[in-house]
């Protein structure tokens, strides 16, 4: 399993796909096993890690799985505690309640880097700074949250995914480094990589998902699906004598009309 860490830049798509208004993640990394695991909006910072395994991903991002995400916020306003209080509490977003989160309010640390453009600046105006940590992976969802508690983001920077510490591997915006996972807790859980499948075909429970897959017989042939199975005969297969007769009350009187043209 490789692993690399990547502090993505603001304005970075978190994409490899290349893009006609925005630099991406491929004009800093270029490894064609690398897949993202857990992106980052263009106008947030910090954290974000790829690998060549196919379930990281949904393993780190599953709130069942708990792996924090912590981010540190510099939001519109002298953030109150009653604010805070509310993120620990949990947010009523659009679509449903937000788990628990952790949330303190911090001083701007000293080693976190400039951003380019810088964040607007209100002389009548303060803007305080909060460390969030989540174990959901919402779309926007931090933004939402201290938005809906009365104090808008200005700045985002995702510095933690599970133990993996952005301060103390000292990247700076752009640069990238691969990591030995047997050195972090958080992926000695992580389940055996499968093979990619196509979703072209619905995974029902007990399924194989992807291309449904040729049952064999007890002698090792593969099934005829051109032939009848057993078990219920259809109405077609039966004959004129066996077909079910429609029950009526007695009244119903034979149709006597006439189906083709009038007669003229």
Request: glycine share 8%.
């Amino acid at each position: 399993m490789k692993i690399v860490v990547f502090n993505k830049p603001y304005d970075v798509l978190s994409q490899f796909r290349e893009d006609s208004k925005h630099p991406t993640v491929s004009s800093f990394i270029n490894d064609p096993d690398l897949r993202i695991a857990g992106r980052l909006d263009l106008d947030s910072e910090g954290l974000m890690f790829l690998t060549d395994h196919g379930g990281l991903n949904q393993y780190i991002t599953h709130p069942n799985n708990k792996k924090y995400k912590t981010y540190l916020v510099q939001v519109d306003g002298d953030i109150t505690e009653e604010a805070l209080e509310q993120l620990r509490k949990g947010v009523e977003l659009a679509d449903g309640m937000t788990l628990p989160a952790k949330a303190i309010k911090v001083s701007e640390p000293e080693w976190l880097w400039e951003r380019h453009p810088p964040v607007r600046y209100r002389a009548s105006i303060p803007t305080s700074w909060v460390e969030i940590q989540i174990c959901e992976g919402r779309n926007r969802q931090v933004r939402r949250m201290t938005s809906t508690v009365g104090f808008p983001t200005l700045r985002l920077i995702r510095t933690k995914i599970g133990s993996i510490d952005l301060e103390r591997l000292g990247l700076q915006p752009g640069e990238q480094k691969e990591i030995e996972p047997l050195l972090y807790p958080d992926f000695k859980d992580v389940p055996e990589d499968k093979p990619f499948r196509s979703r072209s075909y619905v995974k029902k429970p007990g399924g194989t998902g992807g291309k449904p897959l040729h049952q064999k017989n007890k002698d090792g042939d593969k099934k005829d699906p051109a032939k009848k199975k057993s078990g219920t005969t259809r109405i077609w297969q039966m004959d004129e004598s066996e077909k079910p007769r429609r029950k009526t009350n007695g009244t119903t009187r034979p149709n006597t009309k006439s189906r083709g043209r009038r007669a003229r």
